[in-house]
Structures are given as C-alpha cells and as structure tokens.
C-alpha cells in the first residue's frame, strides 16, 4: 500500500502544476501546439453520438471550443468546420461563429451544415458578406424564408445560383421581385422562365422584356389550351346574358375563357365589314389611333392591349395577335408595312424581326394563340382602377394580396415603358 501511494505522489509531483494566475493568461509567448490538439480533442468530445454523451457535457464542451475559436488561427478554425459539419448535434453556437468567419472556414458550414435551422441561416444571412450568401444558395435544400432574405440583397451571383437550384423553395414573394428586375437582366427572365414555381401571370408578363429565345420558351410554356375552362364553364355564358353581363368580374373572366376571338359586337358597330377590311386600309394610309383602336376591338382585346402588341419592337407579339382571331399569315406583312417598319434591311438582308413573327405565327396554334392574347388582354386592363394607376405612374409595382395578379402585370409592363 506504501508502495503505490509512494508511486502516486510521484506522479503528481512529475506534473506541471497549471498556473491559474492572470499573469499567466498575459503570457505573449508563441501558441502550443497544445491549443490544436485539445480544440480537436474537444471536437472529438462533442461528435461523440448522442447515445453516448449527456447533452450537458457536449454544451460544455461547446463553450470551451467556442473561446478558444475566438483568436486560433485561421488553418485551426477551418479544421474544426469540416470536423463539426455533417454533425446533426452540433451546438449551433459554434456553427453560427463558423458560419460568419472567413469564406474559408465558412464555406464548409454555410453549404453543409444539417444543423443549422431556418432562423439561424436568416440571422446568418444578414450578417454576411456576398460570398457567403452565394455558398448559402448552393445548399441542397432551402427553405422560401431563408430564400426570401438572400434575395432581398438582390445580388446577381446569389440569384441566378438560387434559380438553378432544384432543391430551393421560391416564396411569391421572392418570384415578384425578381420578376421586376429581371426587366434590367436578360440571365433571371430565362432561369425564371424554366422554374416550377414560376406561373402563367409570371411567364407572360416577362414575355415584354424577354430576348427572342426567351420569348419562344415562353409561349411554348404557357400558350396553352383552355378546353377544361371553356368545357366547364359553357352554361354560364346564357345565364351572363340574361343578366345583362352585369357582374364586370364576371364578364371579364367569362371573356378570357371564350372560344370566339373576334368581337361580333364591335364589328355590327364598325364601318369595317370585317378585321381584314379595317387592315388592308391600315396597310394604305398607316395606322392611326383610331384604326389602332378599331383593329383591336374586332380583334377581341381592348385598345390598351392592341397599343402594347402593336408598339413592341419585335414581332412575336404582332405573330400572337394575327393568329389568335385567325388571320392568314399575309396579314402580319401588311400590318408589318401599316407600322411603317422596313421588311428589307439597309444592308438587302430580310428583317430579322419579320422573319421571327412569321416562324412564331406557324410555330403556334390558334387555340393557344388565343389563350395567350386573351390573357395578355385580362391581366392588362381588368385592373387598371384609378389607384392601380397611380401606383403604374410612380413606377410601384401594387401589393398582389391587395390587388390581384392583373394589377402586378399592368404595373409591371406599363412601368417598364421607357
């Protein structure tokens, strides 16, 4: 018994006694090697599975890591990311402090990390710098809230990174406003245009800016058919009559959704016998306002609708127009010459725009065709209330919570006119 107390003491007295003083905290010696190797150890201490370790002592373990992070070196920090990345237990503590370091230790987290919650990628987010945010938007899945603050910083690098990303979740939010600036940068318009969330009132509102391969994408998308809608609606257009179609919401709706595109009505009033009458004289004297108008109540859109086809500078829209209140495709070179715009280039090339809106116009259904003017003429003008107006005047997109999806789409392309 002597013997192994005898042992023990030796022991002990072999032991560098640790110096507790705050002289010794003072000390601006070199780092020991010793500070790596119990910031691992501590590391260790916390991957240790659940099953195995009080939840207590991983949060102790936590806090010590946690001030010896604050001034190790930067090879250090980066070592124990990696190490605390793909833990589910990690105290989120010390991953927030990763998570906003250096782009070289945080990288690791801010991609990776499964414990980080929704509120801590928020809080993160905004404390960040752009690199950052953009290895946040690599993450395979994130959630509308996380994706709703990254775009707030309206980075394009962050952006485009979140559109490509299958495992994203866009909010409405979100899709608005990128929606908006995508009118200054062509890149959103085509990711945009190939999201799962991205809708009818999205993808045809960006056909105004959209370049010419985006514009085919889109009508591709969502030039569709209405045969469900006008199946399931057909009893109701009697009933709208004898009401004297006085419910506007009603009758607006029940216009979208008809088969017939040209208005009979507006033609019994015409001095025109026919749509093609009103632009063969359109193809003689030029296109007035009046003919503008006249053309685009026959055709079965209002004027507001027929100025925004008529004064887009490619042809896609004119191709749209023709083909939906079946025209024959002689009819987009005589409203083409009606515009006054030249179908031979200076250098003796064919129009280029020309060319397009005829591959579109034989490219794309009547149907279709329809169900796309006929949206374009419902989400234009349904809305156009005095303060939606306002709201287009000031260049402010209104609330669609407040005022549809039509009202967004009138301020969105009647804003956008320069």
Request: overall charge neutral.
């Amino acid at each position: 018994m002597s013997t192994a107390i005898q042992q023990l003491e030796n022991q002990q007295t072999s032991t560098p006694t640790l110096d507790l003083t705050e002289q010794a905290d003072t000390q601006n010696g070199p780092k020991s090697s010793v500070r790596r190797a119990l910031a691992k150890r501590l590391a260790d201490v916390i991957c240790i599975p659940a099953s195995q370790l009080p939840p207590q002592e991983r949060h102790m373990a936590g806090d010590v890591l946690v001030e010896m992070l604050r001034d190790a070196d930067l090879k250090l920090r980066a070592s124990i990311a990696k190490r605390l990345v793909m833990l589910n237990e990690a105290p989120r503590t010390i991953l927030i402090i990763l998570a906003t370091d250096e782009i070289e230790v945080a990288k690791h987290v801010l991609e990776n990390s499964k414990s980080l919650s929704d509120s801590d990628l928020i809080q993160i987010a905004r404390r960040v710098k752009a690199e950052h945010r953009l290895i946040m938007a690599q993450r395979r899945h994130i959630s509308d809230a996380v994706i709703d603050v990254l775009v707030e910083f309206l980075e394009e690098g962050v952006i485009e990174t979140l559109l490509k990303n299958k495992g994203a979740n866009f909010s409405e939010t979100a899709l608005q406003r990128i929606l908006t600036v995508s009118r200054q940068h062509q890149p959103y318009v085509t990711l945009l245009s190939k999201r799962v969330e991205t809708r009818p009132s999205h993808g045809l509102t960006m056909f105004w800016w959209a370049d010419s391969k985006n514009r085919k994408a889109i009508l591709s998308r969502f030039g569709v058919s209405r045969a469900v809608l006008q199946q399931s609606c057909a009893d109701l257009y009697p009933q709208a009559a004898a009401e004297g179609w006085n419910d506007p919401a009603a009758r607006q709706a029940l216009q979208f959704i008809e088969r017939r595109q040209r208005n009979r009505a507006a033609l019994t009033r015409s001095r025109f016998e026919s749509l093609e009458d009103a632009i063969d004289e359109a193809e003689q004297v030029g296109i007035s306002r009046e003919l503008a108008d006249e053309i685009s109540y026959i055709a079965g859109v209002k004027p507001a609708t027929g100025a925004q086809v008529l004064s887009d500078k490619t042809g896609e829209a004119l191709a749209i127009f023709c083909k939906a209140p079946g025209l024959r495709r002689k009819y987009i070179y005589k409203l083409w010459r009606a515009l006054k715009r030249p179908e031979i280039m200076p250098d003796g090339s064919p129009n280029p725009h020309l060319e397009e809106s005829v591959r579109v116009f034989d490219a794309i259904s009547t149907d279709n065709a329809q169900t796309v003017l006929r949206y374009w003429n419902w989400s234009l003008t349904s809305s156009l209330t005095p303060e939606v107006l306002q709201y287009i005047k000031q260049g402010v997109v209104p609330g669609e919570e407040e005022f549809g999806a039509s009202a967004v789409t009138a301020a969105l392309v009647f804003g956008n006119r320069k």
